[in-house]
């Protein structure tokens, strides 16, 4: 892959199919899904030595599912008795490059996947030098996503704010994946709002590709909040077209507190998701 192809991303036919295939995803009319990223809370549930411990709490807000690379470390018929009992689901999952490298480490998170019915997981960090780094990073989920695929399991990445706001050799990374048509995001639009463009414009040109939004405020601490600059209707109604599944909220200034997961949760509950 030289430079130039990989800034923009010109995969042809592949490319072509895998927008085709989503196309059926979009829809003004989905439903879409609450869930909590487990950090947001994670001061309470840390203190209280369990994970599953907050699941009442959150359900009885409101949230259908939840979120956290910490699920790996989890007994999991614990965890799956827990989600039963609370009514919960979990949304995707963060997954770490040891989770996928060898065969044995990808049977295990197949199965991981089955069992709870995850069809989604998602590198949650990564910051190379070069534009080299993320060419090699594009080949590596593409192989991934090719392992990955037989098991109906997708593969994306989840943003921060360097990809779309420290550009290197002039290119912003985040713009170049963007265009890449078969790379998938769970898209964090806090920082895409704090890097200066506009999530909703930026969810239009990923139909298809988001499988899971993180709700992050910005610069509140919750959704919704006096402070809140974002647009969380054309958000919303992007989500949809784009055919996202699961609206995450995300808040991480304050995470020994209920409060801002509680509001966001009526935040949304109110905007009928």
Known sequence: MTRREFIGCGLGAAGAATLSGC????????????????????DIWQKNGDIT???????DMGY????????????P????????????????????????????????????????????????WFKPK??????????????YGRRLAPSGIRIGYHNHLHEFAEPLDGVCPGDVLVNCPTFNFELDVGPVLESGRVPAVVLGRLAGRVPGLH?????????????DRQDWPAILA???????KWIVVECEKRKDTFDDVRLSAAYFNRSAL
Do not use: H, N
Not at 27 to 42: I, T
Not at 53 to 59: E, G, N, W, Y
Not at 64 to 75: I, L, T
Not at 215 to 227: I, L, S
């Open 53 to 59: 411990s907050v699941f009442p709490q959150l359900a």
């Open 215 to 227: 709700a992050k405020p910005y610069p509140g601490t919750f959704v919704g909040a006096t402070d």
């Open 77 to 124: 018929d614990k965890l799956e008795k827990a989600l039963a009992a609370s009514g919960l689901k979990i949304a995707d999952m963060p997954v770490g490059f040891p989770e996928l490298e060898t065969e044995t480490a990808l049977a295990k998170t197949v199965a991981f996947c089955k069992r709870f019915d995850i069809g989604f997981v998602y590198i949650p």
């Open 130 to 143: 070069t534009l080299d780094g993320w060419k090699d990073f594009v080949r590596k989920l593409d192989e």
């Open 64 to 75: 259908e599912g939840v979120q956290s690379k910490a699920f790996w470390d989890c007994d």
């Open 238 to 244: 992007a989500a949809r077209a784009a055919g996202t």
């Open 23 to 42: 196309a059926g995803l979009a829809g003004e009319g989905r439903k879409l899904k609450l869930a909590c990223q487990m950090w947001s809370v994670k």
